[in-house]
């Protein structure tokens, strides 16, 4: 049975505050060590859950000024989980790009004026990239690969307004349904996640 953005509409209700504005990234072929490491960043203290994380990753900003992102990982099977609260490093190609030599890397966006980008590359090439709100418009070396599953699990090509939007959960749908890594909302509450803060070119 296919996982449709349906399946993550407790994300908004649940986690708000990140809800917001979220980068969630997924790599196979590294660990958090190795990507904290390949995006250039400076380890910091663990966190346990994502409230404490976006807490924190919001104070890093008012220090930094923005100049550094604090991010969270995690070992989910074969993949690590890279959570950056109010963040886009995983969708910026500059990042993403360079970053995942030799892996895969599957990653989507959103920020506060609900701008969102979703973000498919396999080892530097990238296959698949978009705005979750406009799923029409995509680029990439693979644009058309995964159109029928895209229509499965949620995104609306239809002139018509959707209701409901499901174009953020069906982000979620689309990462789990490339990596076979189910997000839930026991990771996020319970995980005691590495962290780093990355500085933002």
Same mark, same amino acid.
């Given at each position: 049975m296919t996982t449709t +953005? @349906?399946?993550?509409?407790?994300? %908004?209700?649940?986690? *708000?505050?990140?809800?917001? #504005?979220?980068?969630?990234t997924l790599v196979r072929g590294l660990t958090p060590a190795d990507l904290v490491s390949r995006l250039d +960043?400076?380890?910091?203290?663990p966190l346990r859950g994502i409230d404490a994380v976006v807490d #924190?990753?919001? @104070?890093?900003?008012q220090r930094e000024e923005g100049a550094r992102q604090m991010v969270a990982l995690t070992t989910v099977g074969e993949w690590t989980l890279l959570i950056e609260p109010n963040g886009y490093l995983g969708v910026t190609?500059?990042? @993403?790009? #360079?970053?995942s030599a030799g892996v895969s890397w599957v990653s989507h966006f959103v920020n506060i004026n609900a701008v969102g980008t979703f973000l498919w590359a396999e080892d530097r090439d990238l296959r698949l990239c978009f705005d979750p709100m406009f799923p029409e418009d995509r680029w990439g070396a693979a644009p058309d690969g995964l159109?029928?599953?895209?229509?499965?699990? +949620?995104?609306?090509f239809d002139e018509d307004e959707? %209701? *409901?939007d499901l174009s953020s959960p069906a982000a979620f749908a689309l990462a789990e349904h490339l990596t076979g890594v189910a997000l839930t909302p026991e990771i996020l509450r319970d995980t005691t996640f590495s962290c780093a803060t990355v500085r933002v070119r």
């Open positions: +953005g @349906a399946d993550y509409v407790w994300f %908004e209700d649940d986690f *708000p505050d990140i809800a917001e #504005a979220y980068c969630f +960043g400076r380890r910091e203290e #924190a990753a919001f @104070a890093e900003f190609e500059e990042y @993403a790009l #360079a970053a159109l029928d599953v895209m229509r499965r699990v +949620g995104f609306h959707p %209701e *409901p």
